[in-house]
């Protein structure tokens, strides 16, 4: 498993032409704790994981082999939950001119 998310981490780090001690120095760690981690000589802590996540902004899911997508999940509001809930309740219509109201009010937004 944490030879999986040594791999993974790997690949997005190789992606992003990060180096492992640039990778190390922003979650705090030193370089060889970093290398054990990602070879499975050393588990992986949760709190590593996090971090880890949130300075290459990727799933800690991605990570865990839970999903193969490495987008973090977008939170929303609970005003944007309803608004989804509430899209999803239309006609196919209405959702398309929903759509395009709202694409109406992006171009609004781009000219001021």
Not at 3 to 11: D, F
Not at 13 to 34: C, M, N, V, Y
Not at 89 to 96: A, F, S, V
Request: proline letters at 3%; hydrophobic letters at 35%; a positive charge.
């Amino acid at each position: 498993m944490d030879t999986m998310i040594g791999e993974r981490i790997h690949n997005i780090i190789e992606d992003r032409r990060i180096t492992q001690t640039a990778l190390a120095e922003k979650i705090g760690i030193k370089l060889s704790t970093l290398n054990n981690y990602m070879t499975g000589r050393s588990k992986f802590p949760p709190e590593v994981l996090r971090q880890v996540s949130e300075v290459l902004d990727i799933s800690s899911d991605y990570l865990l082999g839970l999903t193969d997508t490495s987008e973090r999940p977008i939170r929303l509001s609970k005003t944007e939950k309803l608004m989804i809930k509430t899209l999803r309740g239309l006609y196919r219509d209405q959702q398309e001119a929903v759509h395009n109201q709202i694409q109406f009010f992006q171009k609004q937004n781009r000219r001021e």
